[in-house]
Structures are given as C-alpha cells and as structure tokens.
C-alpha cells in the first residue's frame, strides 16, 4: 500500500500544523503516488479550507515510519 503524507498548517496560524495520511490501496508505486497526488492535495485543501498544505511525500508500508 502507498501513503501519501502530507504536513498541513493553520493559514492564521502557520506554526500550527499536523500531519496527515491519505492511503491508496489501488496504487503500487510510489511514481503512481507522486502522480496521483496534485489532485489529491487540492481536494484535500478544499476540504479542509483552514488549511494549507506545507509539504508532502509518497511512502510505502516498509518504508512508513511510526512514531515512538
């Protein structure tokens, strides 16, 4: 499975932000991931309209790291 990880912040307060998980069971690579994601981002930010989406990655279930 690929992830899709994005950081988002607060548009009135950028110092407050969170990370969030969008997951694709039909998508296999992380370049499908990368491809996929533009569109999935602007969704999400519109979804989420306080938000601005900071930074972003594509990541695996091997490589997804989990936090201690």
């Not at 992380?30 to 602007?42: D, F, K, S």
């Given at each position: 499975?690929?992830?899709?990880?994005?950081?988002?912040?607060?548009?009135?307060?950028?110092?407050?932000?969170?990370?969030?998980?969008?997951?694709?069971?039909?998508?296999?690579?992380?370049?499908?991931?990368?491809?996929?994601?533009?569109?999935?981002?602007?969704?999400?930010?519109?979804?989420?309209?306080?938000?601005?989406?900071?930074r972003?990655?594509?990541?695996?279930?091997?490589?997804?790291?989990?936090?201690?």
């Amino acid at each position: 499975m690929i992830h899709l990880v994005l950081v988002a912040c607060l548009y009135n307060a950028p110092d407050s932000c969170v990370e969030r998980t969008l997951s694709y069971l039909d998508v296999t690579s992380p370049t499908a991931c990368v491809m996929r994601a533009q569109p999935e981002l602007v969704n999400w930010e519109k979804s989420n309209p306080t938000y601005f989406v900071k930074r972003w990655h594509c990541d695996t279930d091997r490589t997804r790291r989990i936090p201690t």
